[in-house]
């Protein structure tokens, strides 16, 4: 068994946040909250920026016990052509979007890396801002990904706990914890700007989780500095299969969470779902985070109504909880003096695809980050 990095268990940095989080806390939430607004407004502004989803593919080849994706799931499986992704595009186009993140389960026959390449470029040719969540990637497999557009990443370790991860992955790919927890190095090291971390709140201890969660991005920062980190709270939402997480979390002690990261990490992007209600994201949009998804579908596809029934799979990965539009979404931010922001890169910016970290120990060979070959198709 692969031993685990010494960074994770690294506590020397974690005593002030580990007393923010914990509800014993000597520091009421109220106070989290006003210290977390202030340092939003300080660093960030008035402003959200607003992204949308788009899934590409249910296939997967894990079986990941709380996923409506999973590979044992009695669900319809799809995968959007060339022609659907541009409808999907133009649709989300029309909302406003024009940052995408383009989603697939496991690396599979159906979609693998050659598809999600295609995909990316397709996209890249309609969104100023292309990122993806889908399976872990080989250092050059990334270099091609951002050679094709792909502006940033997002991976889950899901939990950090690696025994309760090790049980809730049953098979597939995804049972390696290791290879996924060391996925956003392969993905700086190929080029990758932008990569978003998070665990799904709920499947173990969340305060233990949430230590882990900022030992991770602080060590990515000490050696990416120059990249773009940011962090999600997703919390479980009912899905096909029904798994009931054990350690369920509450919007109070979400609440704590979100303070306590902005508060420990003043820069760093702090990113909230569709998963949380109208209510919650409404309360939370002023106080700490800066970035949330808007009139999300987590089916395949989902934007274009003049798919013909039966294209798309009918259920969902998960259930989402704010379903407002765009347009209400935005009313609602400018409402409280947020000023939503579609766009906030431009493609030109992008460069060539280059490893963004400072100067690496001299034990990273060369051979592993030597450009991809393959160009966009």
């Given amino acids: 068994m692969k031993t685990l990095p010494d960074w994770l268990t690294d506590n020397r940095d974690t005593a002030a946040l580990a007393n923010m989080l914990s509800p014993e806390s000597s520091r009421p939430v109220e106070e989290l909250a006003a210290e977390s607004r202030a340092m939003t407004l300080r660093r960030f502004g008035r402003t959200m920026t607003l992204y949308a989803p788009l899934y ?13 994706f999973a590979s044992d799931r009695q669900t319809p499986r799809h995968r959007l052509e060339p022609d659907e992704i541009r409808r999907e595009l133009a649709a989300m186009k029309k909302l406003g979007i024009s940052d995408v993140l383009l989603l697939t389960g496991e690396r599979t026959a159906a979609a693998d890396f050659d598809y999600l390449q295609r995909s990316v470029a397709i996209a890249a040719e309609e969104m100023p801002r292309v990122a993806v969540e889908a399976f872990p990637m080989s250092i050059s497999e990334y270099r091609a990904l951002a050679d094709c557009g792909c502006t940033g990443i997002t991976i889950y370790q899901e939990t950090y706990n690696r025994e309760q991860y090790e049980e809730l992955h049953r098979w597939g790919p995804k049972k390696d914890f290791i290879d996924r ?20 709140l ?35 939402r009912p899905q096909t299969g029904g798994y009931e997480p054990p350690f369920p979390v509450n919007d109070h002690l979400l609440a704590r969470i979100i303070f306590a990261f902005r508060i420990a990490l003043p820069d760093t992007e702090l990113v909230l779902s569709t998963r949380e209600s109208a209510t919650f994201r409404d309360g939370m949009a002023p106080l700490g985070i800066t970035r949330m998804s808007v009139e999300s579908k987590t089916t395949v596809g989902g934007y274009d109504e003049t798919d013909k029934p039966g294209n798309k799979s009918d259920k969902g990965q998960f259930e989402i909880s704010d379903d407002r539009t765009a347009r209400e979404f935005c009313a609602a931010l400018r409402h409280q003096n947020i000023v939503p922001v579609f766009k906030n890169w431009e493609p030109a910016y992008n460069g060539p695809s280059a490893t963004i970290h400072h100067e690496r120990d001299a034990d990273r060979s060369a051979s592993t980050i030597t450009p991809e070959t393959e160009t966009c198709h």
């Fill in 56 to 68: 590409l593919s249910n296939y997967c080849s894990s079986g990941c016990a709380y996923c409506g």
């Fill in 181 to 200: 927890l060391e996925t956003p190095e392969r993905a700086l090291d190929g080029g990758i700007k932008n990569v978003g971390l998070g665990v799904l």
């Fill in 202 to 236: 709920g499947l173990s201890n969340p305060v233990e989780d949430a230590l882990c969660l900022y030992r991770h991005v602080r060590h990515l920062g000490r050696t990416w500095w120059r990249a773009g980190l940011s962090v999600s709270f997703p919390r479980m």
